[in-house]
């Protein structure tokens, strides 16, 4: 069996980086890996990209494969030996699909939903516009940015960089196991942030815990172009 589970392309990746408490967190840490931090500051992202052109062991998926994803991830790392393995947990993960996301908990326990989703991309002149939105309790949550048309390399020892740079997922199986795969990319392009908007249900989407991010700005709202993507099939439990 092949090793590739999953291929895709992902594009225009807006990433808002919340500073939270690592107490928050601790409930969701697998266990094995501990918080990773950027200048000594724990993040959690508000994520929002399109999935397209997906294939499941590199068999198209031809009228559900292109759709909106949003989720909310923090950041890991795992060392061994002299090795450090950074890595996201997923708090949630919504898709408008349903098949989509039960396909994703049965196959990988993860913690998909699926709930109406839709976006509007565009370009003006020298301004990429990007917009998703998501739907819960009736009402629409969006997630917008207008950027500088040109990309760029990201920067080392930039936020970008912390947050991107990132190549293993870790889930939570339960208190004791812990299952990690690879995501394999090449480094991103990124492209300046002229202004954002988010407007986030953080407690129906996510629960009591992230309340306080309803009154919270982001420290920083960045934007990758993205590329191609895969996602092994092999799950090392830790």
């Avoid at 990429?128 to 080392?156: D, F, P």
């Avoid at 996510?206 to 590329?227: C, M, R, T, W």
Wanted: with cysteine; hydrophobic share 35%.
């Amino acid at each position: 069996m092949t090793d590739i589970f999953l291929s895709a392309r992902w594009e225009n990746l807006i990433m808002a980086n919340y500073e939270i408490d690592s107490e928050v967190l601790k409930p969701y840490l697998p266990n094995g890996v501990e918080i990773d931090t950027y200048q000594h500051k724990t993040y959690v992202s508000l994520v929002g990209f399109m999935f397209k052109k997906t294939s499941l062991f590199h068999i198209p998926i031809p009228f559900l494969g292109t759709f909106e994803e949003i989720n909310l991830r923090f950041y890991v790392k795992r060392v061994e030996g002299n090795t450090i393995k950074r890595g996201v947990v997923f708090i949630n993960e919504t898709v408008p699909y349903k098949i989509v996301a039960w396909l994703a908990n049965k196959l990988y326990k993860e913690h998909y939903t699926a709930i109406p989703t839709k976006n509007l991309i565009g370009t003006e002149g020298l301004i990429n516009n990007i917009q998703y939105e998501w739907k819960i309790n009736k009402k629409w949550n969006r997630l917008c940015v207008a950027t500088a048309k040109a990309s760029e390399k990201m920067l080392a020892g930039s936020v970008e960089e912390f947050i991107f740079e990132h190549y293993y997922g870790y889930t939570k199986i339960d208190n004791n196991s812990t299952e990690e795969y690879k995501v394999n990319h090449p480094r991103w392009q990124v492209h300046q942030v002229l202004n954002s908007t988010i407007q986030c249900d953080f407690t129906s989407m996510y629960g009591n815990d992230f309340s306080f991010l309803n009154d919270q700005k982001p420290d920083s709202v960045i934007v990758a172009e993205g590329s191609g993507v895969t996602v092994n099939w092999k799950r090392t439990k830790i």
